[in-house]
């Protein structure tokens, strides 16, 4: 497709499981980005990646998160040990080397 | 560190109403500013950017002015349509041009009745 695709869209969960999220962004777009954003709010940065390798991952709140894009294109968070604050819609986004941010519609995460 | 700040909302107007969305930031150096949206059921796009001092971003009728003085970038809009309900963002990233973070503001939901 044209745009960032992310899935799964929604994604229940129980406290304590793993969780991936997968981002596939648009071709030829280097750079890759996760966001989170909480009800009310606005998304809040998690890792940014340029290619393969993780450029920033400052914006990870802790150990729990990780995220990887092995071959320079689709990318994976994973959140271990899910808990009930992980609760957020996870956003994907991806840039040409303008700078210029576009986003997938973002991945839904419910942990009961 | 970096941070954008919104004015509360939410907002509701008629169309055709004059509007105008409040946005300041803190930054070191020289950021760019960006207003993005979200229509409903949609991901956040991009609607303006500025990337100095005095710049004017324009798009859909939509203008936001980068102010180094009063650290602002305002969205405004002189006739509304019910076709701009969305929530709108103010972010801003610390340089232009290479690809960096964006820091966003919280949102304000825009709601314009016919």
């Known amino acids: 497709g044209a745009g960032v695709s992310q899935t799964p869209s929604n994604k229940v969960t129980e406290k304590g499981k793993y969780v991936e999220l997968r981002c596939d962004p648009i071709?030829?777009?280097?750079?890759l980005y996760w966001y989170r954003q909480s009800l009310g709010q606005g998304p809040e940065f998690l890792i940014y990646f340029q290619g393969t390798g993780a450029a920033d991952d400052s914006g990870l709140p802790n150990d729990r998160f990780f995220a990887v894009r092995p071959e320079g294109s689709v990318s994976t968070l994973k959140i271990q040990r899910t808990e009930r604050g992980d609760s957020a819609v996870y956003l994907c986004?991806?840039?040409?080397?303008?700078?210029?941010?576009?986003f997938g519609e973002g991945s839904r995460l419910t942990v009961l | 560190g970096d941070s954008v700040t919104q004015m509360e909302g939410p907002v509701t107007l008629s169309e055709e109403a004059f509007l105008t969305i409040n946005c300041t930031y803190t930054?070191?150096?020289?950021?760019?500013l960006f207003w993005y949206v979200q229509y409903p059921g949609e991901g956040l796009q991009l609607l303006l950017k500025?990337?100095?001092?005095?710049d004017k971003g324009s798009n859909k009728g939509f203008e936001a002015t980068y102010r180094k003085e009063t650290t602002s970038f305002h969205l405004e809009k002189g006739s509304v349509q019910v076709s701009d309900s969305a929530v709108y963002f103010c972010?801003?990233?610390?340089?232009?041009?290479?690809?960096?973070?964006?820091?966003f503001g919280k949102g304000i939901t825009l709601s314009v009745r016919p």
């Open positions: 071709s030829g777009h280097t750079a």
């Open positions: 972010a801003l990233a610390p340089y232009t041009g290479a690809n960096s973070k964006l820091t």
């Open positions: 500025a990337t100095k001092a005095d």
């Open positions: 986004a991806s840039s040409p080397y303008t700078g210029e941010l576009f």
């Open positions: 930054a070191t150096g020289y950021p760019s």
